[in-house]
């Protein structure tokens, strides 16, 4: 979807949301289903631990 060419009261429409955001229980609803927005971090190999690994 071309969502750059949507106006925006289409997108916010379409992402059940307005501009000013979305409510305390919304917001709780989607935490819920959905969980935290967040990256989780994978574990970073050390240069050194990866050439002692390859020879």
Partial sequence: MNWHLLPLS???HLLS???SGI?????SQRLHEHG???IED???RL???CYYISY
């Fill in 42 to 44: 994978k574990k970073r």
């Fill in 23 to 27: 409510d305390a229980v919304r917001a």
């Fill in 36 to 38: 935290k927005n967040q």
């Fill in 17 to 19: 949301t307005n501009p």
């Fill in 10 to 12: 289409e997108i916010a």
């Fill in 47 to 49: 240069f050194c631990r």
